[in-house]
C-alpha cells in the first residue's frame, strides 16, 4: 500500500475488486484517505455506500461530482480527500449529451420511452458508468490518486470487461440487424423485412422491438464517439499506472472467489500487485494442555471454552490466508481486524487505513 | 410451529439477502430440514447470462459433501424419496432456448443464441432474462401443485442477493407495463400470478445481526412489498454468536481471583489472552442482540435464527448442526399476530 500513496506518477488509479460482501467500498475509502494522509489529492468513486458511510463522506447529498470531504473536530490530513457516489443513469445522460450531433438530438433520445430501460442495459448497468467516471477523474487531472470501488457484480471481473462488454454489443450481429450502414453512420432497419427480427418479436412483444429500433434511429450518429471512449477507457484500465487492490476475508469461499479473480485478471496480463484481507479474527495465544476446553470449572469455564473456539477460527482463517500467500507471492497482503462496531464515521474510517500502511 | 406445517406454508420459498450473509447456506440448510421430514426438495441457483464460474453452486455442492458445479440438468445432493435433495442453476439463455422451442422458434434459437442474441433481448426487453428464469420457476412450481412424478414438494430458490433481487423479482411486471399483447404479456402475468399468491411464493430474507445488513434487509423488504408484491414469510439471522456465560468483570484483576478458585494455575499473559478474548466475545454479542432488536422494531417479521459456525467452510457436519439449529428456531416459530 505504501507503493500506491507514496508513488510519484500521477495520476495513479487503483481498482478495488473483490466478492461481494468482504468491505470493499470501507477500504476503498480507507486507502484514499491514507493517501490524504501523505500529502495527495486522493478522490473514491463510491458505487453503493452504506447509508452512515455515505453521510461521513458527505456523499449522501451528492450528486455525480467529487465532493471535498471535511475532516471532524480535532481531525486532519495534510492532503485531500473528495469522494462521489456514482449516479450511472446521470453519467450516460452526459455521455448522450457529449456525443449527440445536435441538441436536438439528445433531447429527442433522453425523450425516447425506451431510452431509460435501454440505457441501463447498453451500459452494463453500473459498471460501464463506473470505468466512465474513472476516466472522466483521469482526464481531469485533478487528482494525484483515484480509487474505484467496483460494484457488488456477481463477477468483479463486469467491471474490467464493461468498456468491452459495451463494444461487443456494437458489434453484435443480431444488434447489427437493427442498423445498416450508411455513409453518416448506421440506419434502422423495417423489423418486417428480417426474419431474426420477426423472430424477436415473436419472443419480445412487436410494439417493444419497433421502439428499440426507434430508440436506434435516434442514436445514429453516436456510435462512433461511444466506440473511440470505450476504446480508450479500457486502455485506462490496462494502463500501467493503474492498480488492481484485491479485497477478500478469510474465508474458503471468498478466496476462492478471489483467486479466481486473480487468475483472470493474470490471465489478461494484469497483476493484483496488493491484498487486503478484510475482517480478520484476532489471534489470542494458546492456553497450556492442562486447560482443556469443557473440563474448566466454575465461572471461567464460558471463557475457556470461548478462547478455544476462537483458536480454531483463528487457525482455520490462517489457512486461508497462506493459500493467498502462496497464489501470490509478490503481493503485499495487508490484514484488516473485525473492528468493533461499524466503520460509520471518519475516526473509523481512519483506524481502517492505519492498517494498510 | 412444526417443521411440515412450515413448509407447508408455500411451494417456492425464495430466498434473498445481502451478498456475504449467507443466503446458499440457508437455503442448503431449509433444504435439509425439509428432507429431514420426508419432503422432497430442489434447490434452484440463479445464474446470470454469461457467468464463467459459479461460486454460490460450489458452495451449495460442498455443504453436502459435493465437489461439483451445478448446471441445468439436476443433481442429486442427498438421497431420496422421500426426503431427496436435488439442485440445479437457471440461467436466461438455457431459459430463452426453452421459451422460443416452445413458441415454435426452434430452428432460430440456436443460430439466436450464437449471434448473441440474449444480449440484444436484453437490451431491447430489459428484465426479459430475469422473466424468463422466473417463468421456468413456475414452470417447475406447476409440475409440484399438480403433483407430477419426479417433480420436488418444495422449490428452494437461491436468488441474486439483495438490490438485484428487487429487479428480478420485479421483472415481470416491468414487462406487463411494456409489453402490450403476446406471449411476453401473458407468460409475465402468469409469472405475476405465482409471485403474488402466498401459497404458491413467499420469500425468506437472510441477513447477518450486524448494522449494513440489516439497514439493507429492512431496505429490501420494504422495495420488495412495494415493487414486487411478494408475501414476506421470515428474516434468518445468520452467524449468531451462540451465547456463552461470561463474568460479570473481565478484566484481569477481577479474573485472577476467579482463576485462583477454579485451581487453574494461568500465566498473566495467558490470564490477559482470556479477558481480551472475552471482551470480544461479549461486545460481539452485545452488538448482535442489539441488532436483531433493531431488526424486530423496524421489520415485523417472524425471525429465525441460525448459529455462528467457528469455521471457515462449512461441510456436512455443519450442515447438520445448522439444521438441527433452523429446526429447533421453527418449533420456536411465532407468526406475526394482527394487531
Known amino acids: 500500500m505504501s507503493d500506491l500513496v507514496t508513488s510519484s506518477a500521477k495520476p495513479l488509479v487503483a481498482i478495488c475488486v473483490g466478492p ?338 | 410451529m412444526d417443521t411440515l406445517s412450515f413448509f407447508s406454508q408455500s411451494r417456492v420459498l425464495i430466498v434473498t439477502g445481502k451478498g456475504g450473509t449467507g443466503k446458499t447456506t440457508v437455503s442448503g440448510v431449509m433444504a435439509n430440514l425439509a428432507a429431514r421430514v420426508g419432503l422432497n426438495v430442489v434447490v434452484v441457483q440463479v445464474a446470470a447470462a454469461g457467468d464463467r464460474l459459479e461460486p454460490e453452486t460450489a458452495n451449495l455442492c460442498r455443504l453436502f459433501g459435493e465437489q461439483a458445479v451445478l448446471g441445468y440438468e439436476e443433481l442429486s445432493l442427498r438421497p431420496g424419496p422421500p426426503g431427496q435433495v436435488k439442485a440445479r442453476s437457471l440461467r436466461p439463455d438455457t431459459a430463452l432456448v426453452e421459451y422460443l422451442h416452445l413458441h415454435g422458434a426452434k430452428r432460430l434459437s440456436r443460430r439466436l443464441l450464437n449471434t448473441g442474441a440474449l444480449e440484444v433481448v436484453a437490451t431491447a426487453v430489459p428484465g426479459m432474462p430475469d422473466m424468463l428464469v422466473l417463468g421456468k420457476v413456475k414452470q417447475m412450481e406447476r409440475a409440484a401443485a399438480a403433483g407430477q412424478a419426479g417433480a420436488a414438494d418444495v422449490i428452494v430458490l437461491d436468488a441474486p442477493a439483495a438490490g438485484h433481487a428487487v429487479r428480478f423479482l420485479q421483472s415481470p411486471h416491468g414487462l406487463l407495463e411494456a409489453a402490450a399483447a403476446g406471449p411476453v404479456r401473458a407468460q409475465a402475468r402468469d409469472v405475476v400470478e405465482m409471485l403474488e399468491d402466498p401459497s404458491r411464493c413467499q420469500v425468506v430474507l437472510v441477513t447477518t445481526p450486524e448494522e449494513t445488513p440489516v439497514n439493507e434487509t429492512v431496505e429490501v423488504a420494504q422495495l420488495l412489498e412495494d415493487r414486487a408484491a411478494v408475501k414476506l414469510c421470515a428474516v434468518v439471522v445468520n452467524a449468531r454468536f451462540p451465547p456463552l456465560d461470561l463474568p460479570a468483570g473481565l478484566s484481569v484483576p477481577e479474573l485472577a481471583p476467579l482463576a485462583q478458585a477454579s485451581g487453574l494455575a494461568l500465566a498473566p499473559g495467558e490470564l490477559a489472552s482470556l479477558a481480551s478474548a472475552g471482551q470480544l466475545r461479549r461486545q460481539r454479542m452485545e452488538a448482535q442482540a442489539a441488532q436483531v432488536a433493531r431488526l424486530a422494531s423496524e421489520l415485523p417479521l417472524p425471525q429465525l435464527e441460525l448459529p455462528f459456525i467457528f469455521s471457515v467452510d462449512l461441510g456436512p457436519a455443519e450442515l447438520g448442526t445448522l439444521t438441527d439449529a433452523l429446526q429447533a428456531s421453527v418449533a420456536n416459530w411465532q407468526p406475526v399476530g394482527l394487531p
Not at chain 1, 473536530?73 to 445522460?93: H, I, R, V
Not at chain 1, 457488488?152 to 458489434?171: G, Q, S, V, W
Not at chain 1, 490484514?335 to 461499524?342: A, C, D, I, N, S
Open chain 1, 20 to 357: 461481494g460482501g468482504v468491505g470493499k467500498t470501507t477500504v476503498s475509502a480507507a486507502l484514499a484517505l491514507s493517501a490524504a494522509q501523505v500529502g495527495k489529492r486522493a478522490c473514491v468513486v463510491t458505487i453503493d455506500p452504506a447509508r452512515r458511510l455515505a453521510d461521513a463522506l458527505g456523499t449522501g447529498q451528492l450528486g455525480n461530482e467529487p465532493r471535498l470531504v471535511s475532516p471532524g473536530a480535532g481531525q486532519g490530513w495534510p492532503g485531500e480527500l473528495w469522494a462521489l457516489m456514482l449516479d450511472a443513469q446521470s453519467t450516460f445522460d452526459h455521455l448522450v449529451a457529449r456525443y449527440a450531433t445536435s441538441g436536438a438530438q439528445a433531447q429527442a433520445i433522453l425523450a425516447n420511452p425506451v431510452y431509460r430501460n435501454i440505457s441501463a442495459a447498453l451500459s452494463g448497468t453500473q459498471e460501464y458508468m463506473a470505468v466512465e467516471k474513472l476516466f472522466e477523474l483521469v482526464e481531469s487531472a485533478s487528482f494525484d490518486l483515484v480509487v474505484v470501488d467496483t460494484p457488488p457484480a456477481r463477477h468483479a471481473l463486469d467491471f474490467m470487461e464493461a468498456p468491452r462488454h459495451l463494444l461487443r454489443l456494437l458489434d453484435n450481429r443480431v444488434f447489427r440487424l437493427l442498423m445498416t450502414p450508411t455513409r453518416a453512420g448506421l440506419r434502422a432497419v423495417e423489423v418486417g423485412a428480417n426474419v431474426m427480427l420477426r423472430a424477436l418479436s415473436r419472443v419480445a412483444g412487436g410494439q417493444v422491438v419497433a421502439d428499440t429500433v426507434q430508440f436506434f434511429t435516434e442514436f445514429e450518429g453516436m456510435e462512433e464517439g461511444f466506440r473511440a471512449r470505450a476504446k480508450r477507457a479500457d486502455e485506462l484500465l490496462r494502463s500501467p499506472t493503474t492498480s488492481f487492490v484485491l479485497v477478500c476475508s478469510p474465508r474458503r469461499d471468498t478466496v476462492d472467489e478471489a483467486l479466481y479473480l486473480v487468475a483472470q485478471l493474470s490471465r489478461e496480463g494484469l497483476e493484483v500487485e496488493t491484498v487486503v484481507a478484510n475482517r480478520c479474527y484476532p489471534r489470542y495465544g494458546s492456553l497450556p494442555l492442562e486447560v482443556v476446553p469443557g473440563t474448566a470449572r466454575g465461572p471461567l469455564a464460558g471463557l475457556v471454552a470461548n478462547m478455544a473456539q476462537l483458536a480454531v477460527l483463528s487457525s482455520k482463517q490462517d489457512e486461508q490466508l497462506a493459500r493467498v500467500r502462496e497464489a501470490m507471492p509478490k503481493a503485499a497482503l495487508y490484514q484488516v481486524p473485525f473492528l468493533t462496531g461499524e466503520v460509520a464515521d471518519l475516526e473509523a474510517l481512519q483506524k481502517v487505513a492505519s492498517y494498510l500502511s
